[in-house]
DNA sequence: CGCATCATTGAAGCCCTTCAAGACTTGTGG
DNA sequence: CCACAAGTCTTGAAGGGCTTCAATGATGCG
């Protein structure tokens, strides 16, 4: 979809700012700067702080997503939505107007926004059905398969995810508390294990089956392909998303990890 | 922003088909079909089916709303969405190629439908909060709020809402019998009350007020002045989304229900 | 007017939450 | 390099909100 020249401009709009320590808002609420920001390394999620406190969050970001893609267009809907860094992070950013003169000299790159729009509604849908409708274990189990699969799209191949289990708890709407009794669960079915803190993924289909994880809706046509998905259908529906030829990032209209990193001497 | 004869000519790409029984798909799961869906008259939801056989309603549709909008772009994403009618319905299509070619020719158009799929995710990503962190009574008096200020921006001004309460459990994301007895604590509250099957909202900013509906995520600016909302800084918010000229409907890309009706002698 | 659908009500139970306290990691500063 | 501090993980106990099951009553469409 993007051409190499398309893609070179788009790179060289970018400007690379300082590194953002894990817990610290790459975008804060209630903002609206003059700039896009771009997700060069590290994993971001945005969020909502809800009146009492809590936070939900929407969604994970990976290195090539437009973090504050959500307040293009409307940006007044979306105020309240923020963006935290989940593991340390580099972010670059585009000033507005070079953003627009991208979108009106490359109307594929308007397309790719809009495209990525849609990818986040689709992803908020799931996100939905599976908080009111699934059990503990399988929500928590559908966090960590996504996560892997969208690590893999951006070219990041490690069997451990980066949220912490707090993170996973304020994605998935349970208490800390109860996602650490879920994750000790997947630990004793062997689908799990621990490295220090951090979580590592032992058997991915095994958690890709108790997770009713199908990954078609995160659009990556190719990618999907290692998992030997055992859901029903999700073979047949397989077939038909080869619509694009340049496999997307979820969540990301620019490209995968490296090319991005090559770009700004990472 | 949509100028008339950009509007006239939308509206002339409509084709009207016939109605629709409640409760029958408008748009099956599964299916691609060559054309788009207008709904004309009715409310409509989107809904997916679980293997259990449990319904989760992503959101509501009124008149002016493109039922088959999340398939555009990425249509293999979105293929277990159905939309259902919620009332009798009425629709219209729009060929594939007469859509794409509005597109083309009326450029305001094309982003009058990106600004929408913004809009969708951000009601999504609403009601995502909602369903994993309020607890029930907030979140039916939620939907019944979200209802009542969609109607009024589709031109419909009745203080009762469509959807029965089984609609509105699977929105919710509750059981039917909870739905119930969350009702019975409104009416009990005096905010609503019943006429016959039918939920009429009395109370109409009491019960914003324990919803904490605020409203400005649906973009429908003027139309929220009469809601006397009373969330902290939803004023000040209010004052910044004078962005759109024309008051565009929620999930809506068209125009008010009557211009929709007139146009087609209803 | 008949029948399918929806609304209502009660009882039992489970999943998850909250609270609280202690063990462990991590990385920061001395 | 070590020690401390801050944050995260872990574990137990008690409780509440919602679910499920089941059966009856009301509504409205054809």
Known sequence: MNSDE???AIL???????GIRRGVDIIAAGTSPRHSTVLLDGVACSYERLPDGARQIHSFQYPGAICDLHRHLLPETSLEVAVGAVTKCTIGVIHQEDLEQL???YPSFGLALWRDAMLEASTCRKALVRATRQPALRRVAHIVCEQLARQEA???DTPTISPSQMD???????SAVHV???FKELLRLGLLSKQGRAVKVVN????ASIAHFNGTYLNMPGLLRH??????????LHERSGATSRPLNPTTCLCTRSEVQRSIGL
Chains 1, 2 share one sequence.
Do not use: F, P
């Open 227 to 236: 998992w030997q998905l055992e859901i029903a259908g999700a073979s047949a």
């Open 103 to 105: 979108i009106a000299n």
């Open 154 to 156: 951006a070219g990041i």
């Open 12 to 18: 060289s709009a970018i400007h690379v700012r300082a």
């Open 168 to 174: 996973v708890a304020d994605a998935a709407g349970l």
């Open 204 to 207: 991915k289909r095994k958690l």
């Open 6 to 8: 398309e893609l070179g």
């Open 180 to 182: 650490n009794r879920t």
